[in-house]
């Protein structure tokens, strides 16, 4: 069956970076886009950022440029992603989920990892 | 980057009761929507996609409708497992963004 396993929880100081995994088994890794969804305590989603497995292309959103790089690594199946310059308001949970496309004029996220808090403090 | 709004914010009916949840994108998405359903410390979870297509496994209860800007979450006969979050997300642009979310509560 097809899951997303995610890396454990991490604390990290304002200004430092963090690297969070993804690996993904259950499905030919390079058939969907992987994206990192993250939610703040008590608040809502907000997307960061999707990879293509195949190609390693990446897109992310305009208030996360220069701050998000999503990689993979094909031999395991796995992605990462990697926030720097981290603040207090970075700390949430983030996920990983896997985009499907269903036809021609549908794409949605059908699986979701566990989720992986990262809280950001001095 | 396309804005999503949700209405209401939060929701409180009994069990057995019906439902709707709206959201309206800030431009055409044609039926680029779907639906999530997200309790507390879990993963969101698909509920439909494409306005009103329902995700294999998810009760008929639920079921979405709209196309363009405004769309609808309706679930009918609310059980108990029914009481989470739910967001609307468009998938029209680059950009996926979510609706703020609709905390259901038991009355």
């Known amino acids: 069956q097809v899951q997303l396993e995610q890396s454990g929880a991490e604390v990290k100081k304002p200004g430092a970076s963090v690297k969070i995994s993804c690996k993904a088994s259950?499905?030919?890794?390079?058939?969907?886009?992987l994206h990192w969804v993250r939610q703040a305590p008590g608040q809502g989603l907000e997307w960061m950022g999707k990879?293509?497995?195949?190609?390693?292309?990446?897109s992310y959103p305009q208030w996360f440029q220069g701050r998000v790089t999503v990689t993979r690594d094909t031999s395991t199946s796995t992605v990462y992603m990697e926030l720097s310059s981290l603040r207090s308001d970075d700390t949430a949970v983030y996920y990983c989920?896997?985009?499907?496309?269903?036809?021609?004029?549908?794409?949605?996220?059908?699986?979701w990892g566990q989720g992986t808090l990262v809280t950001v403090s001095s | 980057d396309i804005q999503m709004t949700q209405s209401p914010s939060s929701l409180s009916a009994h069990v057995g009761d019906s439902v709707t949840i709206t959201c309206r994108a800030s431009?055409?998405?044609?039926?680029?929507l779907n639906w999530y359903q997200q309790k507390p410390g879990r993963a969101p979870k698909l509920l439909i996609y494409?306005?009103?297509s329902l995700q294999s496994g998810v009760p008929s209860r639920f079921s979405g409708s709209g196309s363009g800007t405004d769309f609808t979450l309706t679930i009918s006969s609310l059980r108990p497992e029914d009481f989470a979050t739910y967001y609307c997300?468009?998938?029209?642009?680059?950009?996926?963004?979510f609706g703020q979310g609709t905390k259901l509560e038991i009355k």
């Open positions: 989920a896997r985009e499907r496309v269903e036809m021609a004029a549908s794409n949605f996220f059908d699986y």
């Open positions: 431009q055409n998405i044609g039926k680029y």
């Open positions: 997300q468009q998938s029209h642009s680059t950009t996926y963004t």
């Open positions: 494409a306005a009103f």
């Open positions: 259950g499905y030919t890794f390079g058939t969907y886009f």
């Open positions: 990879i293509n497995p195949l190609s390693g292309s990446t």
